[in-house]
């Protein structure tokens, strides 16, 4: 892979960000112009000193001098402050900004791309290399303009000063420039497959992690660990590169420097020694400061190149999700009101993979007010129903209506609000169960939570926990049971007051004792509004209003319990059958 030494494009597009803070912008520059002056100030000053008060031996002037290059000192000390705190300040607002943004705009994403990308990998686009960002207005470009500035006034000076001890400064900047250019590039590519590298590890560590009950159950630690140690290895080799890279260019940039003071040494030396008076012993002592002025930065102009190339990189790479345009379109302009819950399916088709079918022309009636249920075997298509009812993906043809409305002439957000959703296996974040409950909405109140806890019978349950409603789950809910974990999503969904109710598997895997709550809830909640249920259980659903069987993207069978129970070889006498002598 060949990478561009500067990718102008987007650095114009990185620089857009500071135009909230034109200001401290321009502050930053004008404390690098100052600290330029001021640096190169110093030598001059120094030059003067031994040749007009040392020298001479003029102990008042070189008092004077003294005092005078203190002042400059203490300018340049104030300038270099102001100079570094205002650059940092500026990247992390402009980090703050990119990183709110990327994040709102991850939150408009459908699920189909959340299917694709790994998680490790998102998380590192939103934390490091969203910081390394930071890094180019931090570490690299004022740094680099602050050390051009320098180096142009130092020119300056020198010329002015002595053009012969100038050429030969000059006559070495090519070799080095050149070295420096060449490492940048070769750095570029490194620093590429460094942050590949560390996506890589960090999805991998993520997943693991986060699927560690399976890990063990498997017993596949050493075969996780060595897949690490595969990985890791990758990571520490692309490090590699880039070390060996700087130890290559600064000991070149070194023997460049301390060959050029040499000569300017000799020649100076041997000029003032056969008594010229175009060198001074002042301006040789002047130019050993100035060339330390002219190289270092120079030198140091590589490393803060290579800061720049990886926050551009991490910025490529940030900005590759901001572009990604993979929205569902809500071009919707009707505020959803509080629904009837009339809902319609006709002729639904959709697929996750193209060309693979997992609804194939459905058509589906649900009354207002209805309890509807969905069964089938695994992969029938059931929850698929419930994505597209949320608007989670988008349909590949048909149309859904809520009372008489297409769902996609509702807003987007309006219509969410209208439809609440317990899951089988219910996320909880790590937090008190009162923002778990309310996901930190100030329109619930804690004694709208209490009344609705108490009305579907689960209030007894959090108050026997440690704290009871500011008692922390910690991650994924970890604290609770899964059972108690669904009394929590049935809560949360409850007190949203939603006109449709979705139950997906929702009393799958609980005990006993909580199924009997969950019951209790379910009817509660279910009252007076349309809910639909998919189960695995069929006794769950037997009051249902109406049962729809699905099998393989298709409705094969619908209508009570009792009309589906008396077809002779039916699907869903079949399934029913199946269950009561298994547990028999």
């Not at 930053?28 to 100052?34: E, L």
């Not at 607002?93 to 490790?120: C, E, T």
């Not at 050993?288 to 140091?300: C, V």
């Not at 129903?385 to 048909?398: C, H, K």
Request: with cysteine; glycine share 6%; aromatic share 12%.
């Amino acid at each position: 892979m060949k990478a561009k030494a500067f990718d102008t494009r987007l650095f114009k597009r990185i620089l857009q960000y500071t135009k909230p803070y034109q200001m401290r912008f321009r502050g930053v520059i004008i404390f690098a112009i100052s600290l330029s002056i001021f640096a190169a100030l110093r030598p001059y000053l120094l030059k003067q000193t031994v040749d007009s008060y040392i020298k001479p031996h003029d102990q008042q002037g070189l008092l004077f001098y003294v005092v005078l290059m203190g002042i400059v000192l203490l300018l340049e000390v104030f300038s270099q402050f102001f100079f570094v705190y205002w650059a940092n300040w500026l990247g992390q607002d402009i980090v703050k900004d990119i990183r709110k943004k990327l994040f709102k705009h991850l939150l408009s994403f459908r699920m189909k791309y959340f299917d694709h990308v790994p998680v490790g990998q998102l998380v590192t686009r939103s934390v490091s290399d969203i910081e390394s960002i930071a890094r180019i207005f931090s570490q690299g470009l004022f740094m680099i303009i602050s050390d051009l500035m320098k180096m142009m006034v130092c020119f300056v000076i020198m010329f002015w000063m002595n053009w012969k001890l100038s050429l030969i400064v000059v006559a070495a900047m090519p070799i080095l420039m050149y070295f420096t250019r060449y490492f940048q590039q070769k750095m570029q590519i490194a620093f590429e497959e460094v942050r590949t590298q560390i996506a890589n590890m960090n999805s991998f560590v993520q997943e693991r992690v986060t699927g560690m009950r399976i890990v063990q159950l498997f017993n596949r630690e050493e075969i996780e660990s060595e897949k690490f140690k595969e990985i890791n290895n990758k990571h520490k080799k692309a490090w590699i590169k880039t070390i060996l890279y700087n130890s290559i260019f600064f000991p070149i940039a070194d023997i460049i420097s301390s060959i050029t003071l040499g000569l300017v040494v000799i020649y100076g030396g041997f000029e003032i020694i056969g008594g010229s008076t175009f060198t001074t012993l002042g301006e040789l002592t002047a130019y050993t400061m100035f060339i330390g002025m002219l190289f270092n930065p120079l030198r140091q102009i590589a490393d803060k190149f290579n800061e720049m190339q990886l926050g551009m990189i991490a910025a490529n790479r940030v900005f590759e999700i901001l572009d990604t345009q993979d929205q569902i379109q809500d071009t919707g302009t009707i505020e959803a009101p509080i629904f009837r819950g009339a809902i319609q399916f006709e002729s639904i088709r959709f697929g996750y993979i193209p060309n693979e079918e997992v609804i194939k022309g459905i058509s589906l009636e649900v009354a207002a007010g209805q309890t509807i249920a969905i069964v089938g075997s695994t992969g029938a298509g059931k929850s698929t129903i419930i994505n597209l009812l949320n608007r989670f993906y988008e349909i590949n043809s048909g149309t859904i209506y809520i009372d008489n409305h297409n769902i996609e002439n509702y807003t987007l957000d309006s219509l969410r609000k209208q439809i609440a959703v317990v899951l089988q296996d219910v996320f909880l974040f790590a937090d008190t169960i009162f923002n778990n409950i309310t996901l930190n909405n100030p329109a619930i109140s804690y004694e709208q939570v209490l009344v609705a806890a108490k009305k579907i019978g689960v209030h007894e349950f959090i108050m026997s926990l440690p704290d009871g409603y500011d008692f922390d789950v910690k991650e994924r809910g970890v604290m609770l049971s899964s059972g108690q974990r669904q009394l929590i999503a049935f809560l949360r969904a409850f007190v949203s007051n939603p006109s449709i109710l979705i139950l997906d598997e929702a009393t799958s895997s609980i005990d006993t004792y909580s199924e009997e709550l969950i019951q209790r809830a379910t009817e509660t909640i279910t009252q007076g509004r349309t809910s639909i249920v998919i189960a695995h259980r069929l006794a769950t659903i037997v009051n249902a209003d109406k049962i729809v069987v699905m099998d393989k993207g298709l409705i094969v069978e619908q209508g009570t319990h009792l009309e589906l129970i008396n077809r002779e070889s039916g699907y869903y006498k079949n399934l029913y059958d199946s269950q009561f002598s298994v547990a028999n």
